[in-house]
């Protein structure tokens, strides 16, 4: 099966999309939970380049400019801390700012919340209105 995949489906080494291709690539990637309510949150994490070669490397980017300069050592008291755990508060709006990446979190009856202004307090409406906009210019 693995033979076929490559064969078939895998791009071969040292291939890789176009220019246009990783510039105008995106993505959605859906979390699914179950509150014990039993109510169900999907958490939509969409992304305005391909998510391989555009959005990859930006967010690697993000992450080590976080590490670098947003992490106050005397925030982190006591333990280890693993670095999701360190930055996310920081790292989730530079994210949205400078990666192109959304958070939304959807509820059962459909009411969308954006995620940085839900938890952190973070407003990002301009940039919620920009994705709707993409979106719909996608879709046509």
């Not at 895998?10 to 979390?31: D, T």
């Amino acid at each position: 099966m693995r033979r076929l995949l490559e064969a078939v489906l895998l791009p071969k080494p040292g291939e890789r999309p176009s220019k246009e291709a990783r510039e105008n690539g995106h993505f959605e990637c859906r979390l699914i939970a179950v509150t014990r309510s039993d109510q169900r949150l999907d958490l939509i994490i969409t992304g305005d380049r391909d998510p391989g070669y555009g959005a990859s490397n930006r967010l690697i980017g993000e992450v080590a400019v976080c590490l670098a300069h947003d992490l106050e050592k005397k925030a982190l008291s006591g333990g280890y801390w693993t670095p999701a755990a360190a930055i996310a508060d920081a790292l989730v709006p530079r994210l949205i700012d400078n990666a192109g990446l959304d958070f939304r979190l959807v509820t059962e009856n459909g009411d969308t919340f954006p995620v940085c202004s839900v938890l952190f307090g973070y407003k990002a409406q301009e940039r919620h209105q920009r994705f709707d906009r993409e979106g719909a210019n996608r879709a046509k």
